[in-house]
């Protein structure tokens, strides 16, 4: 059962195992148990609908018109949100700096008869969110590896918790998260069977966060001299993984589970490339389905040393699985040029359009990969393609550009399957930006 007291979890912070102080952060919790001290964040008129009840999360700063209070808050400090009479509907996490004035944690007239008790509120979110994947059947004898937190998905802004067995993988992306963290900590810890904590700032969000700049750089050289150069053993869908701690995200993309699983069901005898492949993550799915071969390629080579110690680990026939270090578009251009095609196409590249701004050059760059990959997929296969840009997502433009790609390549394509990232990562309606990965399978004619 993955409800389990510890007596405490150990942090990685430097490369070694540190256990944490007994105490939590209490401290910081005492002078905001009650309102008094607290500063009123007071939206401009006709704005509160926009944040009560239902509303945005994401308090931006074109929507306030002053902030009262004495003294004035600072980054990561609680404030309470309130219409033009000044009366408050909501508290949250104030900060200075980024576009998003207000994290909104809670709406006043729920939940709570104790407001502004951050301790609380996180045993609370965070004991739901553990509920939620138990309801989910996560963790199960097939899959330790999941998503226990998933920010604004589970009501808890800017924080994301990784779960690989009884290791815990923390993303901070805000600034209340990292004022937090050794109660964030421990929380995990009181919840769960975490006897290990790896913490992960997102630096260059902290600093868009504001968070002090030159304590952030120095956070970020102690973590790349010092990297923790640990690998975990996980298991998803009843595949065995090795997986860096220092690797890309939190150590693995969990969001992809539940389309891995669909791929090995129309594997069977099929030839797959795998682009993109990290360490193996669709590919080996693909060969425990039965694919007749498999090839992943994809530009790390520590991504691709854990993919070749992944086949081993699963006991695969290497004569029908390899992995390959290339770049995908060169790769991809000499296979065509060979005239090398495959049943089965999977392509996941990282993240091309990371703001909205790119969009527009991120399509072309979507579609040429796209046409590609449509070259390569024999005439009726599958061609599963992804963006984990939420821009992407959210424009709702990505089946246009693959239509475009299509164009491109000379092929028809049709759409087989829709699907995101994994149940593990709910979306609050109420913050659509939340849903970043596609996943679309297509059949290339
Ligand atoms: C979203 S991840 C893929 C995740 C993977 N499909 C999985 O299931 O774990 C994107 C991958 O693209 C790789 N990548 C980035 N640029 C690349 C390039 N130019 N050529 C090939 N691979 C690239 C990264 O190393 C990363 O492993």
Known sequence: MFYASTTG????????????????????????????????????????QLFRDGG???????????????????????????DGTQTPFAWGFYNSSSMFCVRLMMQLKHESSDPLNVEKLLDTRINAAIKLRNNLGLPSSTTNAFRLVNSEGDRLSGLIIDVFGDLAVVASSAAWVEKYKEYIINCISRFTVI???????????LKEEGLDLALVDQQQKDDLSTSTNQTVKIVENGISYMISLDGQKTGFYADQRENRQFLST???????????????????????GHALDVTGVDSSSPALELANQNIA????DPGRISFLKQDATAFMKNAASRNEAWDIVILDPPKLAPRRKVLQSASGMYRNLNSLAMRLTKPGGFLMTCSCSGAMTQSGQFLPVLQGAASMAGRKITLVRQSGAACDHPIDPSYPEGAYLSNFLLRVV
Request: charged share 15%; proline share 6%.
């Open 313 to 316: 680990l699963n006991n695969l």
């Open 195 to 205: 006897k290990n904590v790896v913490w992960r700032p997102s630096i260059e969000i």
């Open 9 to 48: 979890s150990r942090l990685f912070t430097s490369g070694s195992l540190q256990r944490l102080p007994t105490s939590s952060a209490s401290t910081i919790l005492q002078d905001i148990s009650s309102s008094k001290g607290v500063a009123k964040v007071i939206l401009k008129k006709g704005k509160t």
């Open 56 to 82: 945005s999360p994401m308090v931006y700063s074109g929507a306030v018109d002053r902030i009262i209070g004495r003294p004035p808050p600072k980054t990561g400090d609680v404030v309470l949100v309130a």
């Open 266 to 288: 129309i594997s069977h005898g099929q030839t797959v490339l795998d682009m993109c492949c990290y360490t193996g993550g669709f590919a080996l799915n693909a060969a425990r």
